[in-house]
Each structure stands twice: as structure tokens, then as C-alpha cells.
């Protein structure tokens, strides 16, 4: 337990180090499609510390799961956003949140939130980030005009194709999850 935490610790101070920062971000699909993700990891590593040191905090407001995984979605939706994007690259205090929420507001409500759900939010959640995914990669692909000033057109659509990827990878998630019986394994 103490060794994932520090571990989430450890991955977090490594992707706030300017070069990998840095790298990460100038290319546009490993931005939304590696860093973020591994910051919501860093988070999701953390989880269990937070719990230990604030358990009433969490039974009392996240005793069913969902308001977790509704400021997770929140998070997620807002970091999915072509216009945060831009802006954490241009303006420090939006980086300095993106390296804030991503952890804390997403990954660590997401860990104390996902064992508390039943297979039914979880498959709700599944889905709506499908659709979502699905929305932005088609947002991303065929949208007219350049949609990150920092970006170049050819990323976007490579953005939006990582998008779909995801959204396509869920759905085969998904068919198998209704096809096989996971009770056994809890």
C-alpha cells in the first residue's frame, strides 16, 4: 500500500521535471494521450494514502462512489478540451493546475471511487467516455480549422485518430466485459 503511494509520488515529481515535461508536451498526441494519463496514475497510486490519512473524509463524501467519479469525468472532460490544452503550454498557472487536478482531483477520487461502484456505473462510465472519445476524435479529424495554436494540423488529426483508437479499444472492452462473467475474480 505504502509502496504504490510513493510510487505515485515518485511518477509525479518525475513528469514535473522540465525536460519530461517538456517532451511530453511538444508533441500533441503524447500530451493528451501519455501525459495526462500518467498524471491521473500518479494519482491513482496516491489514492491510498489519502484514504488512510482522511478516511472519514472519504466515507462521509464518496461513501457510493459516484461523487468521485463525477469530479473525475469533471476533470477529464475539462483537461479534454482543446483549449486547456493550449493554455497549460502558454500559461504556468494552468500547468501548475493541470499537475494538480490530474493527480488529486481525478486519479485520487478515481481510485477511492472505482472499487466502490457496481459493474453498472462502472459500464456507464466505460460508455460515456466511449462516446466522448469518440466525439473529440471526430472533432479532432475533421474540424476545419487548427483547434491548439500550439499545435500543427497534422498532430490534430493524429490526436483525433488516438482518440478514436481508444474509443474503439473501449467498445471491444465493453462486448468482452458482457461476455464474461468477472464476479469470479472480485
Known sequence: MMKSSVSGFLLLLALMLPPVANLLESIMITH???????LVIS?????NFFQNRFPDFFS???????PGILLFS??????????????????????AFKFISLPFLAGVPLG???PKLSSFWKHALIIFFTILFLALGWLYIWSPVQLCNNY???EQITLGWGFISTAF???VYLIYSYFMDFSKYE
Open 60 to 66: 462521509n463524501w464518496n461513501e457510493n462512489g459516484v
Open 169 to 171: 479499444a473501449m467498445v
Open 43 to 47: 494519482g491513482l497510486f496516491m489514492a
Open 74 to 95: 469533471i476533470i477529464m472532460m475539462y483537461w479534454s478540451l482543446p483549449r486547456t490544452m493550449d493554455e497549460a503550454l502558454t500559461l504556468t498557472s494552468v500547468e
Open 112 to 114: 477511492d471511487s472505482w
Open 152 to 154: 500543427l494540423v497534422i
Open 32 to 38: 493528451m494521450h501519455m501525459q495526462m494519463p500518467l
